[in-house]
């Protein structure tokens, strides 16, 4: 198992593409890395009424062959000019096969301009290769990540390195600063993973104030030929929780008969509910823990670490606008992953059901449990046979 710690960092208004592609830059240098390679996607978007690429190029002609149109979904987000040099195992390639270095100097004065004097709708950078533990030992090749690195989501780059974001989304830019760092993966009889050495602390906190750290584990070749060989049958066990779920709910006892989730309960006048009250006092006496960091804007999250050191992590919606309420179930270990949808009551034609008030809703709630319980009693420990225990010492996410 190849075991990787992704850093996000918490970033203020100030800290923009610019300021971010200095501090790392700067750090790199003091790191004896003055000249490292950075992999990077500049888009315009299709809605774009400045050619930014137009005024990079200007500016910048030796930046030409990186530039091609992006059309490969034309009917979704039209086409539009992009410079980047990122190879073929990225989900957006220059499919010219530019992906040679642009200088540093190029990419810092552009990635200070953005998003005045370079209004690209996408840009991502990523200081590719960085020795975090200074040995200047070899750091391989990326391990396979799923999805596969995007500049949407560079931080599946499984490689040590930084990634800087700035996006525009919706009506704001959301910048992001990401760090990876591969460690190797203690004994199977350790029960926690390590600190990072000090000298690797100093530098990630050099670059800001961390957030949150999300452990990735990917798989040697003997684990993925293993988890392939396996992977149908587990399928086969979730898909049949599903389906019973879905249908009838067999085996169930539910503890409330819910009304309708049709259009008259949706003319109910709604009340003030709070999900999170419900939600803990169901969930909390089940050994479930309320995750902060990964809750908000109207969704809950609460995870579970079992005795195989697998874990089931529940994600409840509460439809802050629409007032329905989704829920759904995800059982891991360190290599791979299986949703359930959850529902509220026999008969309810999909997974959302409305909310009017307290009591409707701690009533769902109580029923989720029922359906929870159910499913840690028959489909979990059949995919615990399945794929067996995971290492005491693997940190998932907080």
């Known amino acids: 198992m190849r075991l990787f710690r992704r850093f996000l960092y918490r970033l203020s208004k100030a800290e923009n593409a610019g300021v971010l592609f200095g501090r790392a830059r700067s750090l790199l240098a003091e790191m004896g890395c003055p000249e490292p390679r950075v992999l990077f996607y500049l888009g315009e978007g299709a809605i774009s009424r400045v050619s930014a690429v137009e005024r990079a190029l200007k500016r910048f002609p030796e930046l030409q062959r990186f530039q091609y149109t992006e059309d490969r979904h034309p009917e979704m987000h039209g086409t539009f000019p992009v410079l980047s040099n990122l190879p073929e195992s990225w989900q957006d390639p220059n499919p010219n096969g ?3 270095d642009a200088g540093l100097d190029a990419l810092q004065a552009i990635a200070q301009g953005i998003p005045r004097a370079y209004p690209f709708i996408h840009a991502t950078f990523v200081f590719d290769r960085v020795d975090w533990f ?3 030992a070899d750091l391989g090749e990326p391990a396979a990540s799923e999805p596969r690195p995007g500049f949407v989501i560079p931080g599946n780059h499984l490689l040590p390195s930084v990634a800087i974001e700035s996006h525009w989304w919706v ?3 959301q910048v992001a600063l990401t760090a990876v760092v591969e460690v190797q993966p203690p004994g199977i009889s350790q029960k926690r993973l390590p600190e990072l050495p000090p000298d690797a602390q100093e530098r990630l906190a050099r670059l800001g104030k961390v957030h949150l750290e999300l ?5 040697s070749e003997e684990e993925a030929a293993f988890i392939a ?3 149908l049958e587990a399928q086969r066990l979730v898909e049949a929780a599903k389906a019973n779920i879905e249908g009838t709910m067999a085996g169930i006892a539910l503890p409330h008969e819910l009304p309708p989730a049709g259009r008259e309960a949706r003319r109910e006048p709604r009340q003030q509910a709070s999900p999170k009250d ?14 902060t960091k990964l809750s908000g804007q109207g969704g809950y999250t609460l995870v579970k670490r079992t005795a195989t050191h697998n874990q089931i992590e529940l994600f409840f919606d509460a439809g802050t606008w629409s007032g329905n309420l989704s829920a759904h179930l995800l059982y891991r270990g360190p290599l791979w992953s299986h949703f359930v949808p959850l ?5 309810v034609p999909d997974f959302h059901w409305h909310s ?12 989720i449990g029922a359906v929870v319980d159910h499913i840690e009693r028959t489909l979990l420990p059949a995919l615990d046979e399945v794929y067996g225990p995971a290492p005491a010492w693997f940190p998932y996410p907080p």
């Open 98 to 100: 530019e992906t040679g």
């Open 134 to 136: 200074g040995t200047g």
């Open 171 to 173: 009506s704001r830019r």
């Open 215 to 219: 452990p990735i584990a990917a798989p």
């Open 229 to 231: 060989r396996v992977k």
């Open 278 to 291: 419900a939600l803990l006092a169901v969930f909390k006496p089940r050994g479930y823990k309320y995750q």
């Open 343 to 347: 529902r509220f009551a026999v008969g």
């Open 356 to 367: 009017s008030g307290q009591e409707r809703l701690e009533e769902a709630v109580t029923n």
